[in-house]
């Protein structure tokens, strides 16, 4: 039995995956309401929150399984993909067996459920997605994270441009060639499938889009980004990038200014626009006090996932970490009261790089040259404190390409000539700012003030900083300035405020150039002189 809007294109679909559509009750674009019921009849784990969002777990993994995503060894990609590091090969004859197991299993469901959606708000360049799955919950979560089309839409859609299969409660065979675990994320360009096993985390399909529109886009001649970004009144556009822990929703968060989106963008020849039709906001220690806009996001229509929760008042602790730290929300995006509808904008003035430097050596804020620019956003740079993880006991460097190694299809040097060109053509200023720690590293120093870093910003959007006075720094050559309105001038200048006790800044300063340039040999080959060249000076 079918419920929803049905045509030729849905039929074609089941049949050409395989599914029994007259055999299985199929949901087709249900409303957040239906939705709602069915998680709450049919999921064991589904409850509500006292605000009225859909509380859920996600079984065993409440995270992403990066070491588990694999790309159909395809000949049409075979020459094109970034073999290694992020992308694992997968026969041919594999990604067949995971999407008949994942058939298999959808067929012997009772209900299925269809999302219809859209990635990337810009009509010439979005694609149309379709979703199968048999967990409200995870419809819903799509329903959030892709975009909504209107109900002509819905009624006009057509066949799809890619077709996710989340059988994600069926673990994979772990005796299939190419397999490392009985959780498989594949991707095939050639077949415009991704098949979900052994893995009910929803985030795999929100990223497993994101890989999509990684490999479409720049084929189409546009950038895809792993970035936030917002727009002041004036119209100037703001591009954030940033690792986890760095700041990036938090400092794209303006209330002087409206937000395109808070994660994944693409920069076109008429400007840039949100991939997205909703926001995955962490939610471990969430309060209306530090985040309101999220905080106050969370109503009927959101997704939590695996939070704790009163199970008398339903009351949510946004602290409770016995499931994971990895707490999130799903919403869409106009919960946030300035959201920009739709999500398009005009071409970035100003791109900031963000990087949490747990060893103290980095200014607050930096003016990078555009080789400089292309440099460290090939490196991608952050870095973890002691105590974050089992065995770190001292900062330690992390580098993730572009801001987003895992997500990345091609070589990042690709992303960052695309990069170049759009920075050499808009004539963007681009900034790295240091949002971790000062007069020492991590334990000896304090972190910068959330206040300087805000105060940076404002400088920045102010152009207060354009026409500041700077001087080049030891090692790395950043343009530091010597003043910023609301930020003393000794914060501005780590060397300044460096603490004796820690040792040398000089020698610090070194160690962490000789990290970057130790990352960078990755990159060399097909580097330019010009971004080798803008390296830390050892």
């Not at 057509?158 to 005796?175: C, Q, S, V, Y």
Request: proline share 6%; hydrophobic share 35%; net charge negative.
């Amino acid at each position: 039995m079918f419920y929803g809007i049905l045509d030729d294109t849905v039929e074609q679909t089941f049949k050409d995956e395989g599914i029994k559509l007259e055999s299985i009750n199929t949901h087709m674009n249900l409303s957040v309401a239906e939705l709602y019921i069915h998680a709450l009849k049919y999921e064991k784990t589904s409850t509500l929150s006292s605000t009225g969002a859909l509380v859920t777990r996600s079984g065993k993994k409440t995270g992403r399984s990066p070491k588990d995503k694999r790309i159909a060894a395809d000949p049409s990609v075979l020459d094109e993909v970034w073999w290694g590091p992020v992308n694992f090969k997968l026969s041919q004859h594999s990604f067949e067996i995971n999407h008949e197991r994942a058939v298999d299993y959808l067929n012997t469901q009772e209900r299925l459920y269809v999302v219809d959606g859209y990635a990337g708000w810009d009509p010439k360049y979005r694609l149309k997605v379709r979703v199968v799955c048999s967990l409200p919950y995870h419809a819903l979560f799509m329903r959030n994270m892709l975009i909504r089309p209107t109900p002509d839409e819905i009624r006009n859609f057509g066949e799809p441009d890619f077709t996710i299969l989340n059988a994600g409660k069926f673990p994979a065979n772990r005796f299939t060639e190419g397999m490392g675990s009985e959780t498989s994320v594949a991707l095939s360009f050639e077949k415009k499938q991704m098949v979900i096993l052994g893995s009910e985390y929803a985030g795999e399909m929100k990223k497993g889009i994101f890989t999509v529109m990684h490999y479409y886009m720049p084929k189409r001649g546009v950038l895809s980004l792993h970035s936030s970004v917002n727009v002041g009144k004036e119209g100037d556009v703001s591009l954030f990038f940033g690792l986890s822990g760095t700041g990036k929703t938090t400092l794209s968060a303006d209330t002087k200014r409206m937000l395109v989106g808070d994660d994944e963008h693409c920069w076109t020849d008429d400007g840039v626009f949100n991939i997205e039709g909703g926001c995955y906001a962490k939610a471990i220690n969430l309060s209306e006090e530090k985040e309101p806009e999220i905080f106050n996001a969370i109503r009927f229509g959101t997704v939590l996932e695996n939070v704790d929760y009163d199970e008398l008042s339903h009351q949510v602790d946004y602290d409770g970490v016995s499931i994971t730290e990895n707490t999130r929300a799903s919403y869409p995006v106009e919960f946030i009261p300035n959201a920009l509808i739709p999500g398009m904008t005009g071409h970035p003035s100003n791109i900031v790089m963000l990087t949490c430097d747990a060893f103290g050596v980095l200014p607050p804020i930096s003016k990078l040259t555009e080789p400089q620019a292309m440099y460290h956003f090939i490196s991608g740079y952050t870095a973890k404190v002691a105590g974050t993880e089992v065995g770190v006991t001292e900062p330690e460097a992390t580098f993730s390409a572009c801001f987003g190694q895992p997500f990345l299809v091609f070589h990042p040097v690709k992303y960052a000539k695309m990069l170049e060109e759009k920075l050499k053509q808009h004539k963007a200023n681009v900034w790295l700012i240091n949002t971790g720690w000062n007069g020492g590293p991590y334990g000896v120093g304090s972190r910068i003030k959330l206040a300087y870093s805000r105060a940076i910003i404002d400088a920045i959007h102010s152009g207060d900083l354009a026409k500041a006075e700077y001087k080049v720094s030891p090692i790395f050559g950043f343009h530091v300035p010597l003043t910023c309105p609301g930020v003393p001038s000794e914060i501005l200048d780590p060397e300044q405020s460096w603490n004796p006790s820690a040792g040398s800044y000089i020698e610090t300063l070194k160690k962490l150039g000789g990290l970057f340039n130790e990352n960078f040999k990755t990159f060399e080959d097909q580097a330019t002189p010009d971004i080798l060249a803008a390296g830390p000076k050892l």
